[in-house]
């Protein structure tokens, strides 16, 4: 569910061409990079403003007992960089 509210808003938001999905396996964690190379966005602002897209991720990430890193400015794209404990 997590993936699918990235590709969502991406989708709906950010009129990317491309999207990177990669998953991997780290001692203790999963680790999930998300990347596109659409519009970005000013974290702050998107944060700030209470989001339902951004809110639904990191609620689910923090059920998870994980975090959820967001890196993205205008015209940048946008990166999340998710661990989930295992």
Same mark, same amino acid.
């Given at each position: 569910?997590?993936?699918? =509210?990235?590709?969502?808003? &991406?989708?709906?938001?950010? #009129?990317?061409?491309?999207?990177?999905?990669? &998953?991997?396996?780290?001692?203790?964690?999963? =680790?999930?990079?998300? &990347? #596109? #190379?659409?519009?970005?966005? @000013?974290?702050? =602002?998107?944060?700030?403003?209470?989001?339902?897209?951004?809110?639904?991720?990191?609620?689910?990430?923090?059920?998870?007992?994980?975090?959820?890193?967001? =890196?993205?400015?205008?015209?940048?794209? @946008?990166?999340?960089?998710?661990?989930?404990?295992?």
């Amino acid at each position: 569910r997590i993936i699918q =509210e990235l590709v969502n808003n &991406t989708l709906k938001h950010a #009129d990317a061409k491309n999207i990177k999905l990669k &998953t991997q396996m780290l001692p203790g964690q999963l =680790e999930v990079v998300y &990347t #596109d #190379d659409g519009k970005g966005f @000013v974290v702050e =602002e998107k944060l700030e403003s209470r989001s339902i897209g951004l809110q639904s991720i990191q609620s689910r990430v923090n059920f998870l007992n994980g975090n959820v890193v967001i =890196e993205s400015k205008p015209g940048a794209g @946008v990166k999340y960089i998710i661990h989930i404990p295992v």
